[in-house]
């Protein structure tokens, strides 16, 4: 502590707070008071009392540093005699000190594990072994949905703690057949349940069933990256990850699908997609969405739309975290919408559509000229 104060100090920082690792009680109340004491002028020194006889959280203003040679001196670490001694020693070095209001509790034995469940909101056995639900929209998606779960299955590092679930809007094809059949034979649970139609309805019915600690939304059409769920797992661990996603990148069908100037505007798209999400965090769907039960649930699910959904979800998520982006290899959009149509027929009206949204036409709108007036989705450009 002593050689961290000291680096902060030098850098220029006039007040410096440390706090434990093991403290899950603390919050940005609890910091921010602690800065509020050290900025006053009767001040130098602060500390916050752990229950076991410690202390979780020390702040001392620049005035305190010509005492950081003595102030931890003599103090015996690890009894509960810590933060009386610690009250001793700045009272003979004359150091101006304040305690804080919040008396909290630190995680140091298997005893303690439960304060921290409660604190935090999550059982241990998530934090250990969590369970993840891949959840996929679907509707009359008969030739993709085989090729899609075996998909899943080969790049999930731990099959033991994984289930597939299928929110069907309606299919009129073989794709509930197809599904029930694969359920039957899988090697994990691959489950198909029925929604309304639209992705963002047909996205909150499949999470309502999910039993998993963490949902990763699925396109069936895009392909996941060798252990997405080490690399998606890892990215929602970082501090202030509220959600993620994996980097963007297309599948081509083969080589003769697309033409090379339109091979030439998808990498650029590749590429300014990326930029786009490490500048302003702003992913879509068919980079899959992973997030927590419990961020989900606290930004009530997707919007029930039929079309933007993804658009109008990380509009939500940004309001309340950063979007980390995994680390490795990306997601794989099918580029086949652009092999038929031509890239930038596609990504012209992609841009339309989000300007028209931004500008305030509703979603049930924009889904009516998306889709047209046919009767069902399957009908749309595929």
């Not at 303690?112 to 072994?129: A, H, Y």
């Not at 891949?134 to 998909?151: H, M, R, S, T």
């Not at 997030?291 to 309340?320: H, T, W």
Request: charged share 25%; glycine share 8%; with cysteine.
């Amino acid at each position: 502590m002593k050689n961290a104060f000291h680096g902060c100090f030098r850098s220029g920082e006039e007040r410096v707070v440390i706090v434990g690792s093991d403290i899950p009680g603390i919050d940005q109340d609890v910091v921010s008071e602690a800065l509020e004491k050290l900025n006053s002028t009767d001040c130098q020194m602060v500390l916050g009392k752990a229950l076991d006889g410690g202390y979780y959280l020390i702040g001392l203003s620049k005035e305190a540093e010509k005492h950081l040679d003595l102030l931890f001196h003599g103090v015996e670490w690890g009894t509960d005699r810590v933060f009386q001694q610690q009250q001793t020693i700045c009272n003979r070095l004359n150091v101006k000190m304040k305690i804080l209001s919040h008396v909290l509790q630190d995680v140091d034995t298997p005893e303690d594990i439960s304060v921290f469940e409660k604190e935090i909101g999550i059982p241990q056995r998530v934090l250990i072994s969590p369970k993840l639900s891949v959840i996929v929209p679907v509707l009359n998606e008969a030739g993709q949905v085989e090729e899609c779960v075996k998909d899943i299955i080969q790049k999930m590092g731990d099959k033991h703690q994984l289930e597939i679930i299928f929110s069907d809007g309606g299919s009129m094809d073989e794709t509930v057949e197809k599904l029930n059949d694969i359920s039957e034979t899988s090697s994990v649970p691959v489950r198909v349940i029925h929604s309304e139609k639209g992705r963002g309805m047909q996205l909150n019915a499949g999470a309502a069933h999910a039993t998993g600690d963490y949902y990763l939304f699925l396109h069936v059409d895009t392909k996941l990256p060798e252990n997405f769920d080490d690399t998606s797992l890892k990215c929602l661990d970082i501090p202030g990850n509220i959600a993620g996603a994996f980097k963007f990148g297309l599948l081509y069908s083969d080589k003769g699908a697309c033409s090379w100037f339109s091979r030439q505007v998808l990498e650029w798209l590749i590429w300014l997609v990326r930029w786009r999400c490490r500048l302003f965090e702003f992913p879509y769907g068919d980079q899959t969405l992973f997030i927590s039960r419990q961020n989900f649930e606290k930004v009530k699910g997707y919007p029930n739309y039929p079309l933007m959904e993804d658009y109008a979800m990380v509009e939500k998520l940004r309001k309340c975290g950063h979007i980390g982006i995994a680390h490795g290899d990306p997601s794989l959009t099918s580029a086949r919408r652009a092999e038929k149509h031509g890239a930038l027929k596609i990504i012209g009206i992609n841009a339309c559509f989000i300007l028209a949204y931004k500008c305030g036409v509703h979603p049930e709108t924009l889904a009516r000229w998306y889709y047209g007036n046919q009767q069902t989705v399957a009908k749309k450009i595929t």
